[in-house]
């Protein structure tokens, strides 16, 4: 018997991750990032990034001073 760990707000759709656009109390959309890719990209707690609208959709890069 197989047993699957199941995370609460994450769901698999064949390879990618779909995640839920959630609203907090002080209004600010937020969405939570996959832990398997903050580590491959070596982000932080705390880093900043930047957000960039191409076409339709939306692409998180790593602040650059």
Same mark, same amino acid.
């Given at each position: 018997l197989l047993k699957r760990k199941v995370f609460m707000g994450t769901r698999r759709s064949g390879e990618q991750n779909v995640r839920n656009i959630t609203k907090n109390s002080t209004g600010t959309y937020q969405v939570s990032l996959p832990i398997d890719l903050v580590r491959t990209?070596?982000?932080k707690q705390g880093q900043k !990034? !930047?957000?960039k609208k191409r076409g339709k959709d939306l692409v998180i890069v790593d602040w650059q001073e």
């Amino acid at each position: 018997l197989l047993k699957r760990k199941v995370f609460m707000g994450t769901r698999r759709s064949g390879e990618q991750n779909v995640r839920n656009i959630t609203k907090n109390s002080t209004g600010t959309y937020q969405v939570s990032l996959p832990i398997d890719l903050v580590r491959t990209l070596g982000w932080k707690q705390g880093q900043k !990034v !930047v957000f960039k609208k191409r076409g339709k959709d939306l692409v998180i890069v790593d602040w650059q001073e």
